[in-house]
């Protein structure tokens, strides 16, 4: 004879597994979600535009400065731990006012301000107005920034 106390256990049971399962996958897309979200919404928001070009921090050592931050170029940007600088970082390593980028004749020339852990432009120590191009990374302290031109 059929029982159908046990059939009907046995589907509620089956109902009860798939709708575990059902709630599992929709938990971790759920998750997913709220996580893509604000990874997006972490993103550092975009310097404004400048005619000359930004540097964009690449490495920031230990400073808490996020990767990616931007700062807009003027004619003549000083780089440096003062909050008076045009490119300010807090970088206990960096002199107060550490380096210099200032566009001369249709291009970019770094000078070290007399800092006392130096300024290096590729890897390079700057000891004397040296060219900077498009792409080339600056290293002040611990923080590497690269030259994005316009």
Do not use: C
């Not at 059929?2 to 929709?26: C, E, K, P, Q």
């Not at 928001?45 to 700062?71: R, W």
């Amino acid at each position: 004879m059929f029982d159908f106390a046990n059939l009907s256990i046995g589907v509620i049971l089956l109902m009860l597994r798939v709708a575990v399962v059902f709630l599992l996958y929709f938990f971790l897309w759920q998750v997913l979600r709220v996580v893509a979200r604000d990874v997006r919404s972490g993103a550092p928001a975009p310097a404004p535009a400048s005619p000359y070009g930004q540097l964009v921090v690449v490495a920031a050592g230990q400073t808490g400065i996020p990767v990616g931050k931007a700062f807009p170029l003027s004619p003549h940007t000083v780089i440096g731990r003062s909050t008076d600088v045009d490119v300010s970082l807090n970088d206990s390593f960096l002199s107060i006012d550490h380096a210099r980028l200032e566009w001369r004749n249709g291009v970019w020339m770094l000078e070290d301000l007399n800092s006392t852990n130096g300024t290096y432009l590729n890897g390079f120590e700057v000891s004397a107005s040296t060219e900077v191009h498009d792409g080339d990374v600056i290293r002040v302290g611990r923080v590497e920034l690269k030259l994005i031109a316009p």
